[in-house]
């Protein structure tokens, strides 16, 4: 069964930095699009970042542009979120996500993309 498996979650303080690492399979990681998605308590899921299969396109939620980059690294299949300047308002649960249609990733409204990870815990305190 395929999988993404998050890690670099953790507990910062307001202005830190944060990595996100997000593994999976060559098959999988090679042909699709990653991504980013945080969920806080009590708001819905937010889109963070996706960067595509080739890694020549990159996107990013509104309220992460200039603070946080997405990357990967093909010969660990893994992608990464570096995250800075966090604030409280950073906390969420951090979700991987791949599938092979950008567009899905960058238009979903009821999350339904191929493969998503079980989500990492990043608390920012003020």
């Known amino acids: 069964q395929v999988q993404l498996a998050e890690s670099g979650g953790g507990l910062v303080q307001t202005g830190d930095s944060l990595r996100l690492s997000c593994a999976t399979s060559?098959?999988?990681?090679?042909?699709?699009?990653m991504a980013w998605f945080r969920q806080a308590p009590e708001k819905e899921r937010e889109f963070v970042a996706a960067?595509?299969?080739?890694?020549?396109?990159?996107y990013y939620g509104d309220s992460v542009k200039g603070r946080f980059t997405i990357s990967r690294d093909n010969a660990k299949n893994t992608v990464y979120l570096q995250m800075s300047s966090l604030t409280p308002e950073d906390t969420a649960v951090y979700y991987c996500?791949?599938?092979?249609?950008?567009?899905?990733?960058?238009?979903?409204?009821?999350?339904?993309?191929?493969?998503w990870g079980q989500g990492t815990l990043v608390t920012v305190s003020s």
């Open positions: 996500a791949a599938d092979p249609s950008t567009t899905r990733i960058l238009l979903t409204t009821n999350g339904y993309l191929e493969l």
């Open positions: 060559a098959r999988t990681f090679n042909s699709r699009t």
């Open positions: 960067i595509t299969s080739s890694g020549d396109n990159t």
